[in-house]
């Protein structure tokens, strides 16, 4: 597994989720084969990156776009489960412990429910989607050297010129 921006950013809000929700199950593997037992949430990132700034490569903050997903056999679990949530990923105590480590919680905004029929069972799945900024560390390899300082005390005498 790669160590980058994503897997740290997401692991954060997903560590921090469980300081304060201990028992949910919060997953990104959803495969119909392997999944955990209901109730449960799942994660996927449809948007990954949204330029915030003008230079787009050194250190620079971006946004990026995590649904979590509530699923539940019944609708309205699903729908308390994401509210809970969605209370949770606003409240301050979290907000302020993901800006500790460079990650902002930006928006978190509810998506259409999706009911699925697998003909033995029906479950809901109530959708939340955050915008999270993050702080990139990748380093600019391409570019030898690094501006070290400026020394604005220097004077010119136009004649050298």
């Known amino acids: 597994m790669i160590n980058g ?3 740290r950013t997401i692991k954060a809000i997903v560590d921090e989720i469980h300081k304060y ?3 949910w199950t919060i997953t990104k593997d959803f495969l119909p084969d392997n999944r955990p037992k209901l109730p449960y949430f799942y994660y996927e990132l449809p948007i990954d990156y949204e330029r915030l700034t003008f230079n787009d490569v050194e250190n620079e903050p971006f946004a990026l776009h995590l649904q979590i997903t509530a699923v539940a056999e019944d609708n309205l679990d699903a729908h308390e489960l994401s509210h809970d949530m969605r209370m949770l990923l606003r ?8 800006r500790g480590q460079g990650i902002s919680i930006v928006t978190v905004d509810s998506m259409a429910e999706t009911p699925n029929n697998f003909g033995v069972a029906v479950e809901t799945e109530a959708k ?26 220097t004077e010119i005498n136009s004649k050298e010129i």
Request: aromatic content about 10%; overall charge negative.
């Open 128 to 153: 939340l989607e955050l915008v999270v900024v993050a702080n990139d560390n990748y380093d600019d390899t391409t570019q030898e050297g690094y501006i070290k300082g400026a020394d604005f005390s």
């Open 21 to 23: 929700k201990p028992d």
């Open 5 to 7: 921006v994503y897997h």
């Open 91 to 98: 409240s301050l105590g979290l907000l302020a412990d993901l």
